[in-house]
């Protein structure tokens, strides 16, 4: 089983930057898709961003231009990098495996304030 082990959020005021860390175990790193999700209260989990083996990255349109996903596979870790946050990307942020497993972390909170 892989397991995913996130960190990194916190509290920060509008406008501010975070940047999240997602370490996956496992020898095939490399090779896996990975993906930013988010819930916030009440609300849908929601993909924010995600990345493929080849590096190609997709974003949310409430997120593009300001969060920037990316990897590093001689470290195994995933990066959310978060500029210029609004109070409303407040949630859970989760990394999730998507290929060639489905395997989720355990969810790091972020705070926006106004």
């Known amino acids: 089983q892989v397991q995913l082990v996130e960190s990194g959020g916190g509290l920060v005021q509008a406008g501010g930057s975070l940047r999240l860390s997602c370490a996956a175990s496992g020898s095939i790193f490399s090779l896996y898709a990975m993906g930013w999700h988010r819930q916030a209260p009440g609300k849908q989990r929601e993909l924010v961003a995600s990345i493929t083996s080849g590096r190609s990255t997709n974003y949310a349109d409430s997120v593009k231009g300001r969060f920037t996903i990316s990897r590093d596979n001689a470290k195994r870790t995933v990066y959310l990098q978060m500029n210029s946050l609004k109070p409303e990307d407040t949630a859970v942020y989760f990394c999730?495996?998507?290929?060639?497993?489905?395997?989720w972390g355990q969810g790091t909170q972020v705070t926006v304030s106004s």
């Open positions: 999730r495996i998507t290929s060639p497993y489905d395997s």
